[in-house]
Protein backbone atom coordinates (compact mmCIF):
# COMPACT_ATOMS: atom_id res chain seq x y z
CA UNK A 1 0.00 0.00 0.00
CA UNK A 2 1.48 3.13 -0.47
CA UNK A 3 0.58 6.62 1.23
CA UNK A 4 0.24 10.13 0.45
CA UNK A 5 2.06 12.46 2.55
CA UNK A 6 1.37 15.89 2.61
CA UNK A 7 1.65 19.20 4.59
CA UNK A 8 -1.42 21.35 5.39
CA UNK A 9 -0.51 25.03 7.08
CA UNK A 10 -2.25 25.97 9.89
CA UNK A 11 -3.69 29.35 9.55
CA UNK A 12 -5.01 31.13 12.81
CA UNK A 13 -7.64 33.63 13.08
CA UNK A 14 -7.61 35.90 15.83
CA UNK A 15 -10.37 37.32 17.47
CA UNK A 16 -9.15 40.00 19.74
CA UNK A 17 -5.17 41.14 21.09
CA UNK A 18 -3.87 37.53 21.33
CA UNK A 19 -1.32 37.57 24.00
CA UNK A 20 2.19 37.54 22.94
CA UNK A 21 3.62 33.74 22.65
CA UNK A 22 7.35 32.77 22.65
CA UNK A 23 9.17 35.68 23.63
CA UNK A 24 7.08 37.91 21.40
CA UNK A 25 7.74 35.95 18.39
CA UNK A 26 6.20 34.54 15.61
CA UNK A 27 5.62 31.67 13.98
CA UNK A 28 4.27 29.38 11.01
CA UNK A 29 3.43 25.95 11.57
CA UNK A 30 3.04 23.21 9.29
CA UNK A 31 1.03 20.09 9.58
CA UNK A 32 2.47 16.87 8.20
CA UNK A 33 -0.24 13.86 7.72
CA UNK A 34 2.37 10.54 7.53
CA UNK A 35 -0.19 8.25 6.07
CA UNK A 36 -0.23 4.46 6.61
CA UNK A 37 3.01 5.13 8.94
CA UNK A 38 3.16 1.18 9.81
CA UNK A 39 3.54 0.15 5.99
CA UNK A 40 6.01 2.54 5.62
CA UNK A 41 9.60 1.50 4.24
CA UNK A 42 11.40 1.04 7.28
CA UNK A 43 14.59 0.06 6.80
CA UNK A 44 18.13 1.41 8.65
CA UNK A 45 18.24 4.88 6.46
CA UNK A 46 14.85 4.44 4.44
CA UNK A 47 12.90 7.49 4.56
CA UNK A 48 9.63 9.52 3.12
CA UNK A 49 9.72 13.21 2.57
CA UNK A 50 6.92 15.69 2.17
CA UNK A 51 6.21 18.00 -0.77
CA UNK A 52 8.26 21.16 -1.13
CA UNK A 53 7.14 24.44 1.28
CA UNK A 54 7.90 27.92 1.75
CA UNK A 55 8.48 29.78 4.71
CA UNK A 56 10.69 32.75 5.09
CA UNK A 57 11.24 32.98 1.52
CA UNK A 58 12.87 29.36 1.24
CA UNK A 59 11.74 26.35 0.13
CA UNK A 60 12.02 23.18 2.64
CA UNK A 61 11.20 19.47 3.28
CA UNK A 62 10.04 17.35 6.45
CA UNK A 63 11.71 13.94 6.11
CA UNK A 64 11.00 11.19 8.17
CA UNK A 65 12.70 8.03 8.50
CA UNK A 66 10.48 5.20 10.31
CA UNK A 67 13.15 3.22 10.67
CA UNK A 68 15.93 5.54 12.01
CA UNK A 69 18.42 7.26 10.27
CA UNK A 70 22.13 6.18 9.18
CA UNK A 71 23.64 7.95 11.99
CA UNK A 72 20.65 7.06 14.50
CA UNK A 73 22.32 5.84 17.85
CA UNK A 74 19.62 4.24 19.31
CA UNK A 75 17.82 1.43 17.37
CA UNK A 76 13.98 1.10 17.11
CA UNK A 77 13.59 5.12 16.84
CA UNK A 78 12.04 7.19 14.37
CA UNK A 79 13.93 9.85 12.92
CA UNK A 80 12.52 13.24 12.05
CA UNK A 81 14.29 16.12 9.93
CA UNK A 82 13.86 19.24 8.37
CA UNK A 83 15.75 19.87 5.28
CA UNK A 84 16.43 22.85 2.96
CA UNK A 85 15.98 23.19 -0.46
CA UNK A 86 17.00 25.96 -1.54
CA UNK A 87 19.97 27.17 -2.89
CA UNK A 88 22.92 28.63 -0.32
CA UNK A 89 22.86 28.90 3.09
CA UNK A 90 20.07 30.32 6.09
CA UNK A 91 19.56 30.54 9.59
CA UNK A 92 15.89 28.71 11.14
CA UNK A 93 14.82 28.77 14.40
CA UNK A 94 11.97 25.36 14.66
CA UNK A 95 10.33 23.24 16.75
CA UNK A 96 8.85 19.86 16.04
CA UNK A 97 5.98 18.11 17.73
CA UNK A 98 3.53 14.87 17.15
CA UNK A 99 0.30 15.74 17.24
CA UNK A 100 -1.54 12.72 18.79
CA UNK A 101 -5.18 11.25 18.20
CA UNK A 102 -6.51 13.76 20.91
CA UNK A 103 -5.16 16.54 19.35
CA UNK A 104 -2.79 16.89 22.08
CA UNK A 105 0.75 17.99 20.88
CA UNK A 106 3.54 15.47 22.30
CA UNK A 107 7.31 14.68 21.90
CA UNK A 108 8.35 18.51 21.22
CA UNK A 109 12.25 18.93 19.71
CA UNK A 110 13.48 22.18 19.59
CA UNK A 111 16.68 23.66 18.03
CA UNK A 112 18.75 24.20 21.09
CA UNK A 113 17.80 26.74 23.74
CA UNK A 114 15.32 27.81 20.48
CA UNK A 115 17.94 29.12 19.36
CA UNK A 116 18.90 29.57 15.68
CA UNK A 117 21.17 27.51 13.92
CA UNK A 118 22.92 27.59 10.26
CA UNK A 119 21.85 24.91 7.84
CA UNK A 120 23.17 24.81 4.72
CA UNK A 121 21.30 22.72 1.48
CA UNK A 122 20.32 19.19 1.25
CA UNK A 123 21.32 18.80 4.75
CA UNK A 124 19.57 17.26 7.46
CA UNK A 125 18.64 19.04 11.16
CA UNK A 126 16.33 17.48 13.80
CA UNK A 127 16.47 14.75 15.64
CA UNK A 128 18.06 11.05 14.90
CA UNK A 129 16.75 9.36 17.82
CA UNK A 130 13.27 11.14 18.03
CA UNK A 131 10.81 8.48 19.16
CA UNK A 132 10.57 4.94 19.58
CA UNK A 133 8.81 2.96 16.51
CA UNK A 134 7.63 0.74 18.97
CA UNK A 135 5.84 3.55 20.82
CA UNK A 136 4.62 5.20 17.52
CA UNK A 137 3.03 1.56 16.63
CA UNK A 138 1.64 1.11 20.24
CA UNK A 139 -2.19 1.36 20.00
CA UNK A 140 -2.31 2.62 23.73
CA UNK A 141 0.28 5.37 23.26
CA UNK A 142 -2.23 7.03 20.62
CA UNK A 143 -0.08 8.47 18.49
CA UNK A 144 -1.80 7.22 15.25
CA UNK A 145 -4.99 8.26 14.31
CA UNK A 146 -7.90 5.75 13.78
CA UNK A 147 -6.54 5.45 10.24
CA UNK A 148 -2.94 4.76 10.65
CA UNK A 149 -2.11 7.73 9.93
CA UNK A 150 1.12 10.07 11.88
CA UNK A 151 0.25 14.02 12.22
CA UNK A 152 3.60 15.99 12.83
CA UNK A 153 3.75 19.88 13.49
CA UNK A 154 6.92 21.72 12.73
CA UNK A 155 6.57 25.40 13.78
CA UNK A 156 9.24 27.68 11.88
CA UNK A 157 9.81 31.11 13.55
CA UNK A 158 9.65 34.09 10.93
CA UNK A 159 12.38 35.87 10.15
CA UNK A 160 11.85 39.91 11.01
CA UNK A 161 12.38 42.38 9.16
CA UNK A 162 14.96 44.11 10.87
CA UNK A 163 17.28 41.08 10.11
CA UNK A 164 20.19 42.42 8.48
CA UNK A 165 21.01 41.50 5.02
CA UNK A 166 22.52 38.32 3.86
CA UNK A 167 26.35 39.43 2.69
CA UNK A 168 26.73 39.24 -1.18
CA UNK A 169 29.14 36.31 -2.10
CA UNK A 170 30.02 36.31 -5.43
CA UNK A 171 29.91 32.64 -6.95
CA UNK A 172 32.53 30.36 -7.63
CA UNK A 173 33.50 31.57 -11.18
CA UNK A 174 35.17 28.26 -12.19
CA UNK A 175 32.30 27.63 -14.69
CA UNK A 176 33.04 30.98 -15.71
CA UNK A 177 36.51 30.85 -16.75
CA UNK A 178 36.10 27.15 -18.12
CA UNK A 179 33.45 28.61 -20.91
CA UNK A 180 35.97 31.43 -21.60
CA UNK A 181 38.49 28.58 -23.09
CA UNK A 182 35.69 27.64 -25.13
CA UNK A 183 37.02 27.78 -29.07
CA UNK A 184 40.03 29.73 -27.80
CA UNK A 185 42.64 29.03 -30.07
CA UNK A 186 45.47 30.02 -28.30
CA UNK A 187 45.09 27.60 -25.51
CA UNK A 188 43.97 24.90 -27.59
CA UNK A 189 45.90 21.78 -27.96
CA UNK A 190 42.91 19.44 -30.13
CA UNK A 191 40.55 20.55 -32.94
CA UNK A 192 37.74 18.89 -34.75
CA UNK A 193 37.30 19.67 -38.00
CA UNK A 194 33.48 18.90 -38.80
CA UNK A 195 32.36 18.76 -42.31
CA UNK A 196 29.18 20.10 -43.63
CA UNK A 197 27.44 19.14 -46.82
CA UNK A 198 26.52 22.22 -49.40
CA UNK A 199 24.37 21.79 -52.35
CA UNK A 200 25.80 23.81 -55.76
CA UNK A 201 23.58 26.05 -57.51
CA UNK A 202 22.74 23.57 -59.78
CA UNK A 203 21.47 20.88 -57.26
CA UNK A 204 24.00 18.50 -59.27
CA UNK A 205 26.79 18.59 -57.27
CA UNK A 206 27.62 18.25 -53.44
CA UNK A 207 30.99 20.02 -52.14
CA UNK A 208 31.87 19.23 -48.68
CA UNK A 209 33.11 22.65 -46.24
CA UNK A 210 34.72 22.79 -42.88
CA UNK A 211 34.37 24.36 -39.59
CA UNK A 212 37.14 24.40 -37.11
CA UNK A 213 36.56 23.95 -33.40
CA UNK A 214 39.37 24.21 -31.01
CA UNK A 215 39.30 22.35 -28.04
CA UNK A 216 41.21 21.29 -24.92
CA UNK A 217 42.39 17.39 -24.18
CA UNK A 218 41.98 17.80 -20.64
CA UNK A 219 38.54 19.43 -20.38
CA UNK A 220 37.52 16.30 -22.76
CA UNK A 221 39.36 13.83 -21.17
CA UNK A 222 36.96 15.17 -18.02
CA UNK A 223 34.08 15.83 -19.31
CA UNK A 224 33.57 14.50 -23.08
CA UNK A 225 35.66 10.89 -23.10
CA UNK A 226 34.44 9.83 -26.26
CA UNK A 227 35.25 12.88 -28.23
CA UNK A 228 38.83 12.64 -26.63
CA UNK A 229 39.15 9.66 -27.88
CA UNK A 230 39.22 11.05 -31.32
CA UNK A 231 42.46 12.10 -31.05
CA UNK A 232 45.89 10.40 -31.45
CA UNK A 233 47.84 10.40 -27.90
CA UNK A 234 51.26 10.01 -29.99
CA UNK A 235 50.94 12.55 -32.22
CA UNK A 236 53.94 15.26 -31.87
CA UNK A 237 51.61 18.16 -33.13
CA UNK A 238 51.29 21.41 -30.73
CA UNK A 239 47.54 20.81 -32.04
CA UNK A 240 45.95 17.21 -33.03
CA UNK A 241 43.32 17.20 -35.05
CA UNK A 242 40.21 15.20 -35.54
CA UNK A 243 37.56 14.85 -38.65
CA UNK A 244 33.95 15.12 -37.98
CA UNK A 245 31.70 13.47 -40.66
CA UNK A 246 28.71 12.60 -38.99
CA UNK A 247 27.33 15.62 -36.82
CA UNK A 248 26.30 19.08 -38.42
CA UNK A 249 28.59 22.21 -37.47
CA UNK A 250 25.70 24.07 -35.80
CA UNK A 251 25.21 20.96 -33.56
CA UNK A 252 28.40 20.24 -33.28
CA UNK A 253 28.78 23.77 -31.14
CA UNK A 254 25.87 23.09 -28.78
CA UNK A 255 27.20 19.75 -27.95
CA UNK A 256 30.37 21.32 -27.37
CA UNK A 257 29.64 24.21 -25.62
CA UNK A 258 27.70 21.98 -22.96
CA UNK A 259 31.15 20.02 -22.22
CA UNK A 260 32.64 23.22 -21.01
CA UNK A 261 29.55 23.74 -18.98
CA UNK A 262 27.50 25.86 -21.05
CA UNK A 263 23.66 25.79 -22.21
CA UNK A 264 21.61 25.52 -25.32
CA UNK A 265 18.63 27.51 -25.39
CA UNK A 266 15.27 25.76 -25.16
CA UNK A 267 14.35 27.54 -28.38
CA UNK A 268 17.16 25.21 -30.15
CA UNK A 269 16.48 22.41 -28.06
CA UNK A 270 13.03 22.26 -29.78
CA UNK A 271 14.24 23.18 -33.45
CA UNK A 272 17.01 20.77 -33.54
CA UNK A 273 16.28 17.88 -31.00
CA UNK A 274 16.40 15.01 -33.04
CA UNK A 275 19.44 16.13 -34.28
CA UNK A 276 21.07 16.93 -30.83
CA UNK A 277 19.71 13.77 -29.37
CA UNK A 278 21.48 11.76 -32.33
CA UNK A 279 24.94 13.61 -31.92
CA UNK A 280 24.69 12.91 -27.91
CA UNK A 281 23.46 9.48 -27.88
CA UNK A 282 26.80 8.75 -30.74
CA UNK A 283 28.90 10.72 -28.24
CA UNK A 284 27.64 10.15 -24.88
CA UNK A 285 26.91 13.51 -23.97
CA UNK A 286 24.60 12.16 -21.22
CA UNK A 287 22.58 15.32 -19.96
CA UNK A 288 22.09 16.99 -23.27
CA UNK A 289 20.82 14.01 -24.63
CA UNK A 290 18.00 13.84 -21.60
CA UNK A 291 17.53 17.10 -21.56
CA UNK A 292 17.07 17.17 -25.57
CA UNK A 293 14.92 14.26 -25.03
CA UNK A 294 12.32 16.17 -22.55
CA UNK A 295 11.84 18.87 -24.88
CA UNK A 296 10.96 16.48 -27.61
CA UNK A 297 8.96 15.14 -25.39
CA UNK A 298 7.36 17.72 -24.02
CA UNK A 299 6.34 19.09 -27.93
CA UNK A 300 5.63 15.83 -29.96
CA UNK A 301 2.10 14.77 -30.55
CA UNK A 302 2.24 11.47 -30.40
CA UNK A 303 -0.75 9.64 -32.48
CA UNK A 304 -1.49 6.79 -34.06
CA UNK A 305 0.85 7.51 -37.06
CA UNK A 306 4.16 8.30 -35.14
CA UNK A 307 3.84 5.91 -32.02
CA UNK A 308 5.38 3.37 -33.92
CA UNK A 309 7.83 5.56 -35.43
CA UNK A 310 8.63 6.99 -31.88
CA UNK A 311 8.83 3.81 -30.31
CA UNK A 312 11.06 2.47 -32.20
CA UNK A 313 13.28 5.90 -32.63
CA UNK A 314 12.97 5.46 -28.87
CA UNK A 315 14.71 2.22 -28.62
CA UNK A 316 17.32 2.93 -30.90
CA UNK A 317 18.45 6.03 -29.09
CA UNK A 318 17.79 4.69 -25.44
CA UNK A 319 15.23 7.12 -24.78
CA UNK A 320 13.56 5.42 -22.00
CA UNK A 321 11.87 8.91 -21.37
CA UNK A 322 10.05 8.91 -25.22
CA UNK A 323 9.43 4.97 -24.87
CA UNK A 324 7.20 5.70 -21.61
CA UNK A 325 5.15 8.33 -23.41
CA UNK A 326 4.38 5.88 -26.25
CA UNK A 327 3.62 3.27 -23.72
CA UNK A 328 1.31 5.74 -21.74
CA UNK A 329 -0.05 6.36 -25.19
CA UNK A 330 -0.94 2.76 -26.02
CA UNK A 331 -2.47 2.30 -22.70
CA UNK A 332 -4.42 4.87 -22.59
CA UNK A 333 -5.80 4.29 -26.63
CA UNK A 334 -5.14 0.19 -26.37
CA UNK A 335 -8.47 -0.95 -28.51
CA UNK A 336 -7.80 1.67 -31.23
CA UNK A 337 -3.94 1.34 -32.00
CA UNK A 338 -5.08 -2.79 -31.70
CA UNK A 339 -6.70 -1.46 -34.99
CA UNK A 340 -5.02 0.84 -36.52
CA UNK A 341 -1.36 -0.10 -36.10
CA UNK A 342 0.73 -2.17 -37.52
CA UNK A 343 2.83 -4.16 -34.66
CA UNK A 344 5.38 -6.11 -36.61
CA UNK A 345 8.06 -4.45 -36.43
CA UNK A 346 7.56 -3.79 -31.92
CA UNK A 347 10.21 -4.34 -30.29
CA UNK A 348 10.12 -8.04 -27.97
CA UNK A 349 12.03 -7.23 -25.16
CA UNK A 350 10.18 -3.42 -24.60
CA UNK A 351 6.88 -5.67 -24.15
CA UNK A 352 7.23 -5.30 -20.12
CA UNK A 353 7.34 -1.81 -20.63
CA UNK A 354 4.12 -2.02 -22.09
CA UNK A 355 2.67 -3.78 -19.40
CA UNK A 356 4.06 -1.46 -16.66
CA UNK A 357 1.92 1.61 -18.61
CA UNK A 358 -0.78 -0.92 -18.53
CA UNK A 359 -0.49 -1.62 -15.02
CA UNK A 360 0.09 2.42 -13.82
CA UNK A 361 -3.48 2.62 -16.33
CA UNK A 362 -5.36 0.74 -14.48
CA UNK A 363 -4.56 2.09 -11.26
CA UNK A 364 -6.37 4.95 -12.56
CA UNK A 365 -5.24 8.61 -12.26
CA UNK A 366 -3.69 7.70 -8.55
CA UNK A 367 -1.20 10.68 -7.47
CA UNK A 368 2.07 10.37 -8.52
CA UNK A 369 3.34 10.43 -5.21
CA UNK A 370 1.85 7.07 -5.20
CA UNK A 371 3.22 5.68 -7.78
CA UNK A 372 6.67 7.19 -7.07
CA UNK A 373 6.93 5.17 -3.70
CA UNK A 374 10.36 4.97 -2.50
CA UNK A 375 10.49 1.03 -3.35
CA UNK A 376 8.21 0.43 -5.77
CA UNK A 377 10.35 0.76 -8.58
CA UNK A 378 8.34 -1.73 -11.01
CA UNK A 379 5.72 1.13 -11.88
CA UNK A 380 7.48 4.26 -10.96
CA UNK A 381 8.35 6.82 -13.86
CA UNK A 382 10.99 7.45 -15.27
CA UNK A 383 12.25 10.96 -14.14
CA UNK A 384 12.09 9.63 -10.69
CA UNK A 385 14.62 6.45 -11.36
CA UNK A 386 16.47 8.90 -12.99
CA UNK A 387 16.39 11.22 -10.03
CA UNK A 388 17.35 8.20 -7.71
CA UNK A 389 19.83 7.39 -9.96
CA UNK A 390 21.81 10.99 -9.69
CA UNK A 391 21.31 11.39 -6.16
CA UNK A 392 23.61 7.75 -6.05
CA UNK A 393 25.88 9.17 -8.39
CA UNK A 394 25.18 6.32 -10.83
CA UNK A 395 24.89 6.62 -14.79
CA UNK A 396 21.34 7.63 -15.73
CA UNK A 397 21.20 7.29 -19.17
CA UNK A 398 19.52 3.48 -19.80
CA UNK A 399 16.59 1.51 -20.33
CA UNK A 400 13.86 1.12 -17.42
CA UNK A 401 14.94 -2.27 -16.79
CA UNK A 402 19.03 -1.44 -16.45
CA UNK A 403 18.20 1.41 -14.14
CA UNK A 404 15.75 -0.62 -12.01
CA UNK A 405 18.74 -2.97 -11.55
CA UNK A 406 21.18 -0.50 -10.97
CA UNK A 407 18.86 0.61 -7.75
CA UNK A 408 18.23 -2.23 -6.87
CA UNK A 409 21.76 -3.57 -6.87
CA UNK A 410 23.46 -0.11 -5.76
CA UNK A 411 20.99 0.91 -3.37
CA UNK A 412 20.19 -2.22 -1.26
CA UNK A 413 16.46 -2.53 -1.64
CA UNK A 414 14.61 -5.59 -2.30
CA UNK A 415 13.23 -6.58 -5.44
CA UNK A 416 10.27 -5.67 -6.26
CA UNK A 417 7.49 -8.30 -7.55
CA UNK A 418 6.75 -8.14 -11.31
CA UNK A 419 3.62 -6.38 -12.04
CA UNK A 420 3.27 -9.69 -14.53
CA UNK A 421 2.50 -11.42 -10.91
CA UNK A 422 5.11 -14.17 -11.64
CA UNK A 423 3.83 -15.01 -15.27
CA UNK A 424 6.22 -15.15 -18.22
CA UNK A 425 6.03 -12.20 -20.62
CA UNK A 426 5.42 -13.14 -23.85
CA UNK A 427 7.93 -11.22 -26.58
CA UNK A 428 6.01 -12.54 -29.45
CA UNK A 429 4.78 -9.94 -31.61
CA UNK A 430 1.27 -11.96 -32.23
CA UNK A 431 0.64 -11.30 -28.49
CA UNK A 432 0.63 -7.73 -28.65
CA UNK A 433 -2.11 -6.79 -29.50
CA UNK A 434 -4.01 -9.29 -26.94
CA UNK A 435 -2.15 -7.37 -24.53
CA UNK A 436 -3.30 -4.14 -25.94
CA UNK A 437 -7.05 -4.99 -26.50
CA UNK A 438 -7.65 -6.19 -22.81
CA UNK A 439 -5.82 -3.47 -21.50
CA UNK A 440 -8.48 -2.36 -17.84
CA UNK A 441 -9.03 1.49 -18.33
CA UNK A 442 -10.87 1.40 -15.14
CA UNK A 443 -9.89 3.66 -12.50
CA UNK A 444 -9.41 2.28 -8.96
CA UNK A 445 -11.30 3.43 -6.15
CA UNK A 446 -9.10 5.27 -4.00
CA UNK A 447 -10.01 7.13 -0.89
CA UNK A 448 -8.65 10.74 -0.22
CA UNK A 449 -6.40 11.31 2.04
CA UNK A 450 -8.02 13.25 5.08
CA UNK A 451 -6.94 16.16 6.92
CA UNK A 452 -6.43 16.55 10.56
CA UNK A 453 -8.43 19.59 11.75
Not at 323 to 344: G, P, R, W, Y
Not at 430 to 436: A, L
Request: glycine fraction near 4%.
Amino acid sequence: MSAVHRHIELNTIDVGNPPSSRNGNKWKEFLFNVHDFANLPSGRGEYTESPAFECNGLQWQMRVCPGGHYDAAQEDHVSVFLKLCSPGTATVTFVTNILNKFRSRVYPMRTQNEQPVDVTREALYGASNYVKRSDILDPSKNLLDDNGTMAIIISIKEETTEALPTAFVPKNPFNNMIQEKFLDEETADVCFEVSSTEIEEDRSKRSRSSTSFYAHSQILNICAPMLASLFESNEDRPVRAASITDVLPDIFRHMLFYVYGGSVSEEDLKSHAKSIIDATDRYSIVNLKLEAEAVYVKEIDITMDNAMDNLLYADAKNLALLKEAVMDFLAENSEEASDKISFTDFPGHVVKDLIVAFSRNKKGKIEESNQNDNNNFTIMRVSELRKKLDEKGLNVDGSREAMIEALQSRGGFPRMQSVTAGRAVQTDVSNIHQCIVQGDHGNSSVSPAVPVS
